[in-house]
């Protein structure tokens, strides 16, 4: 069975950083994009930034040039660096897998993580 298991957010205050990671375990046959989406009190989720096995990048508008994310494949981790952090950026962080698991039918599947939470105040 495939997990992702988030960790790092918190409390920061505005204009601060924190680094969130993402570990994917159990039987995964191949990866081929990772990402992070987020989830505000009210509002639908959201995508913030994917990765591809290759280093191919897509980001949200609302967070270019003050995110960045990162894969180690060897250990089937993303990484989310969130720099300059505003209010409006508190929210649920998702992490996503775009996977084939290695016992299965061979089609590729989404997974989810449980979540961590973000958020930005004085």
């Known amino acids: 069975q495939v997990q992702l298991v988030e960790s790092g957010g918190g409390l920061v205050q505005p204009g601060g950083s924190l680094r969130l990671s993402c570990a994917a375990s159990g039987s995964i046959f191949a990866i081929y994009t990772m990402g992070w989406y987020r989830q505000a009190p009210g509002k639908q989720r959201e995508l913030v930034a994917t990765i591809t096995t290759d280093g191919s990048t897509t980001y949200a508008d609302s967070v270019k040039g003050r995110f960045t994310i990162s894969t180690d494949n060897a250990k089937k981790t993303v990484y989310l660096q969130l720099n300059s952090l505003k209010p409006e950026d508190t929210a649920v962080y998702y992490c996503?897998?775009?996977?084939?698991?290695?016992w299965g039918s061979g089609a590729r599947e989404d997974h989810w993580g449980q979540g961590t939470q973000v958020t930005v105040s004085s």
């Open positions: 996503n897998a775009d996977l084939v698991p290695r």
